[in-house]
Nanobody, 127 residues
Framework: VQLQASGGGLVQPGGSLRLSCTAS????????IAWFRQAPGNEREEVSCISSTDGSTWYDHSVKGRFTISRDSAESTVYLRMDNLKLDDTAVYYC?????????????????????WGKGTLVTVSS
């Protein structure tokens, strides 16, 4: 089971990026997917998730209203659209999942540490 995050890059404050999460070894559609980020010197934090069943989504307060998570079943891809990016959004972004991980509109449910992680993609917000 492998996940791969891509789409990061350098963007100015106020700009946008779209990250993609793809998988090999399992079907992405059957799993709730989380996006995490880790900035230099900071702990990893979960910023968003999407359910595998009813399409429910959740966002951390720091990104709510600016980030949009979505799923394209035909492409077997989960996206994280990031708008109005801020300097504080600079981080390595990871997608992750676990057999016992679920996502509701109230937040993620599952183990403290997820089993499956992709290599991250670096997002740098700088003027």
């Amino acid at each position: 089971v492998q996940l791969q995050a891509s789409g990061g890059g350098l963007v100015q404050p106020g700009g946008s990026l779209r990250l993609s999460c793809t998988a090999s070894g399992f079907t992405l559609d059957y799993h709730a997917i989380a996006w995490f980020r880790q900035a230099p010197g900071n702990e990893r934090e979960e910023v968003s998730c999407i359910s595998s069943t009813d399409g429910s989504t959740w966002y951390d307060h720091s990104v709510k209203g600016r980030f949009t998570i979505s799923r394209d079943s035909a492409e077997s891809t989960v996206y994280l659209r990031m708008d109005n990016l801020k300097l504080d959004d600079t981080a390595v972004y990871y997608c992750a999942t676990d057999r016992d991980y679920y996502c509701s509109q109230y937040g993620p449910i599952g183990p403290e540490v997820l089993d499956y992680w992709g290599k991250g993609t670096l997002v740098t917000v700088s003027s």
